[in-house]
T-cell receptor, first 109, second 112 residues
Framework: GQSLEQPSEVTAVEGAIVQINCTYQ??????LSWYQQHDGGAPTFLSY????GLEETGRFSSFLSRSDSYGYLLLQELQMKDSASYFC??????????FGDGTTLTVKP | NAGVTQTPKFRVLKTGQSMTLLCAQD?????MYWYRQDPGMGLRLIHY???????AKGEVPDGYNVSRLKKQNFLLGLESAAPSQTSVYFC???????????FGPGTRLTVT
């Protein structure tokens, strides 16, 4: 089976940097993805790591260590609009997808 | 491109009633998924499909059935709705080798 763990809540101030961690267990690994979801909306894709290391996309970066079954999402120069829920997700070789329970990020002025 | 669309957007059912949720995608994606999301919770996989004519159970399949008769459509059925099925239902699709799931806008279902 597949399971993911991430913190339930994180709070930070505008302009700061925040890191959201994700540890996973999966039988067959096709990469770790990150999604953002604002209240009442659909999840939207942020980043993906198939190999170890850091992927940077603007203010957002994502890191993966396959040997540690661990990844994180790094959000820099936080803005109020970054207040949302963030989910890590994995997919196995058979196509089955599993999401973590999500981390609610609150950005304060 | 409309992307992923879901029909209906809202629905209220009485316990025991049945309904079908329709998901359609115009991106020629092989894989399609149905998730449910309860308030303050993550997305839980109900059923998924890796191609036309194929379906598989996810994490929480009980009380739901699915069909994928056409590649672009993935139907989720509730045969006898229960209050525990009150939730927001999201459909998503992805290419076989892709890493970005594209989500529909969701269907908000209330069972009274």
């Amino acid at each position: 089976g597949q399971s993911l763990e991430q913190p339930s809540e994180v709070t930070a101030v505008e302009g700061a940097i925040v890191q959201i961690n994700c540890t996973y267990q999966t039988s067959g690994f096709y990469g770790l993805s990150w999604y953002q979801q604002h209240d009442g909306g659909a999840p939207t894709f942020l980043s993906y790591n198939a190999l170890d290391g850091l992927e940077e996309t603007g203010r957002f970066s994502s890191f993966l260590s396959r040997s540690d079954s661990y990844g994180y999402l790094l959000l820099q120069e936080l803005q109020m609009k970054d207040s949302a829920s963030y989910f890590c997700a994995v997919r196995d070789g058979a196509g089955k997808s599993t999401f973590g329970d999500g981390t609610t990020l609150t950005v304060k002025p | 491109n409309a992307g992923v669309t879901q029909t209906p957007k809202f629905r209220v059912l009485k316990t025991g009633q049945s309904m079908t949720l329709l998901c359609a995608q115009d991106m020629n994606h092989e894989y399609m998924y149905w998730y449910r999301q309860d308030p303050g919770m993550g997305l839980r996989l109900i059923h998924y499909s890796v191609g036309e004519g194929t379906t598989a159970k996810g994490e929480v399949p009980d009380g739901y059935n699915v069909s994928r008769l056409k590649k672009q459509n993935f139907l989720l059925g509730l045969e006898s709705a229960a209050p525990s099925q009150t939730s927001v239902y999201f459909c998503a699709s992805i290419t076989r080798d892709g890493y970005e799931q594209y989500f529909g806008p969701g269907t908000r279902l209330t069972v009274t």
